[in-house]
């Protein structure tokens, strides 16, 4: 573990991160992808498990329904491509924070081309293009973890320090801690922002060292909220106009008892949504989507 900005950048940021947490889950735009046929046999697994690629398209549709509808983002499709069977995944492919977009370098090799089509997207929403090409540097959008204040970057089988350094680089304004990751894929597979300055953490020991880590790193005293399952703790949070803060979440029926510790945020606009197929091929709620504040001069 280590921290990437000193103290010193830190203080002459304070302003434009205040300006950030203010902001901090306003989206007006969604990047999705579409499933290909591939996902079921081709797509990267920790397990092998059956997917049932019809079902998974039945789920990611009515995610993508609930991105548009329900909350009222503008959501961008692009095409599923069968020689990616892990494109649906757009999570890993950008980092965008503000008016930049970070096109990183995936960690697994299959998965790299996944990036041409999320750079051409960014760039038709006018945003600040930097693109990871230093061929040592890897790095998964699935481990890094934006609080509105700083970056917690995780270092796992998909990212390595040189990759955590170019995000440091690219992100000026704010600090960037490290975190390692020792079981699950992604610092991400085990928590995720529930609000400003909340974290939702899965109750397991790494997710739980890893928190701990995360609150040695940082100067801010982040409140938390553990729930039961490590893969329920991966969820969305968006704080939007009309709605106030809005709370997207895996299903009683994959997660009954972290539902309940959902329930207990009573300011939060809270919906369900399933993820039973795409689960077995190692994706989450965060994955499927690249969420964007898009202003209006940019």
């Known amino acids: 573990m280590c921290k990437l900005s000193i103290d010193t950048v830190r203080q002459q940021h304070w302003t434009g991160r205040l300006k950030s947490l203010s902001g901090f889950g306003h989206y007006t735009h969604a990047v999705v ?26 789920e990611h549709e009515a995610y993508v329904e609930v991105l548009r509808t329900r909350v009222g983002l503008e959501v961008i499709e ?5 020689s990616l069977p892990d494109c649906v995944f757009v999570e890993d492919a950008a980092v965008v924070c503000g ?3 970070l096109i990183t370098r995936p960690g697994a090799e299959s ?29 998964d959008g699935g481990d890094v973890l934006f609080t509105g204040r700083e ?3 995780g270092l796992s089988k998909r990212t390595n320090q040189r990759g955590a350094e170019i995000l440091a680089d690219a992100f000026k304004d704010y600090a960037v801690s490290t975190v390692r990751v020792q079981e699950q894929l992604h610092l991400k597979s085990f928590c995720s922002m529930g609000g400003p300055g909340l974290i939702v953490i899965g109750s397991s020991e790494p997710a739980q060292k890893a928190l701990k880590t995360m609150q040695q790193m940082s100067d801010h005293r982040y409140d938390k909220l553990t729930v039961p399952d490590d893969l329920a703790a991966n969820c969305i949070y968006m704080n939007l106009p009309g709605k106030g803060h809005v709370l997207l979440h895996t299903t009683s029926e994959e997660f009954p008892e972290s539902v309940k510790v959902f329930e207990k945020l009573k300011d939060h606009m809270l919906i369900p949504v399933a993820n039973t197929e795409k689960v077995k091929v190692d994706g989450a709620l965060t994955c499927c989507s690249v969420l964007i504040n898009k202003k209006a001069d940019i």
């Open 78 to 82: 692009l095409p599923a491509d069968e």
């Open 151 to 153: 970056f917690f970057v």
């Open 99 to 101: 008016d930049t977009a």
């Open 111 to 139: 998965r790299r081309r996944e990036t041409v089509a999320m750079k051409e997207a960014l760039k038709n929403l006018n945003l600040n293009i930097v693109e990871m090409t230093d061929e040592n540097a890897t790095l």
């Open 33 to 58: 992808r579409g499933i290909p046929a591939s996902l079921a046999g081709e797509a990267l697994r920790s397990v092998e498990a059956e997917v049932d690629v019809a079902k998974a398209r039945r």
